[in-house]
């Protein structure tokens, strides 16, 4: 098993809609793949065409401390599971169970986690955009790929100096447009020095954006767009890395 977590350098810089359509095309190449939603927004799940009022979440589970939440089968290959609707006192909750878990058992998931454990997926892909700092740490220790989304403009540039990474980073160019000057000069600088830059571009595109409208993975929805060629290019690249560690 594999886990890929995917987050934007900021917000806004496409995570949660990669993260979706990359779980389609590696479910296409034959592979089987959870998706788990991270983040406080909650909106990973609408492009598994989940009921856009439905309150059902992983965090769900740990408020009524169940034993463990209900994976959702999307498609043949595809498990998705939400985060769910919550408040502050979910985040403490969740913030409180993984500073326990790293003081008394630091080798051992908390319960309302185990399922990051199951060896029942060759991919588990984390949402981590806009997220808590302790679902962040967790999620960059756990993951095998941590994937930094960039979208090609100057406050990204800025972030990448203000920040450090985990040594497992990857990163990402996304929503490029060939037409604009400043993101040709911007992207034309990270493929000269940014160590870790893959060599995949994701290009703007409206399939991107409309695939969240009807509520489907990109691939589903648009295959023979530009941004889905795009997609496919970087699955193929997550297998190649993949086959390189094991």
């Known amino acids: 098993?594999?886990?890929?977590?995917?987050?934007?350098?900021?917000?806004?810089?496409?995570?949660?809609?990669?993260?979706?359509?990359?779980?389609?095309?590696?479910?296409?190449?034959?592979?089987?793949?959870?998706?788990?939603?991270?983040?406080?927004?909650?909106?990973?799940?609408?492009?598994?065409?989940?009921?856009?009022?439905?309150?059902?979440?992983?965090?769900?589970?740990?408020?009524?401390?169940?034993?463990?939440?209900?994976?959702?089968?999307?498609?043949?290959?595809?498990?998705?599971?939400?985060?769910?609707?919550?408040?502050?006192?979910?985040?403490?909750?969740?913030?409180?169970?993984?500073?326990?878990?790293?003081?008394?058992?630091?080798?051992?998931?908390?319960?309302?986690?185990?399922?990051?454990?199951?060896?029942?997926?060759?991919?588990?892909?984390?949402?981590?955009?806009?997220?808590?700092?302790?679902?962040?740490?967790?999620?960059?220790?756990?993951?095998?790929?941590n994937l930094i989304l960039l979208n090609p403009d100057v406050g990204s540039h800025v972030l990448l100096e203000q920040n450090s990474f985990p040594v497992n980073s990857y990163f990402l160019i996304n929503g490029f447009s060939p037409t604009s000057l400043i993101q040709q000069d911007i992207s034309h600088i990270w493929q000269q020095n940014l160590f870790g830059l893959i060599p995949v571009i994701l290009h703007r595109d409206e399939a991107m954006a409309e695939s969240l409208a009807v509520k489907k993975t990109l691939g589903e929805y648009q295959p023979g767009s530009l941004i889905a060629q795009d997609i496919h290019q970087l699955a193929l690249w997550c297998q190649n890395v993949d086959k390189q560690g094991s």
């Open 1 to 145: 098993m594999t886990i890929l977590a995917i987050q934007g350098i900021r917000g806004g810089c496409g995570a949660t809609s990669v993260c979706a359509a990359l779980a389609w095309d590696l479910a296409q190449a034959g592979q089987s793949v959870l998706v788990v939603d991270f983040s406080i927004n909650n909106l990973l799940r609408l492009h598994f065409n989940h009921d856009w009022k439905s309150k059902e979440g992983w965090v769900s589970t740990l408020k009524q401390q169940q034993s463990s939440p209900s994976i959702i089968s999307y498609s043949p290959g595809i498990d998705y599971l939400p985060f769910g609707y919550s408040g502050k006192e979910i985040y403490s909750l969740i913030n409180d169970g993984l500073f326990y878990q790293k003081e008394h058992q630091p080798d051992k998931l908390p319960g309302f986690l185990e399922f990051l454990s199951f060896d029942d997926y060759q991919w588990v892909i984390i949402d981590c955009s806009s997220t808590l700092s302790s679902l962040n740490d967790l999620s960059n220790s756990l993951a095998d790929i």
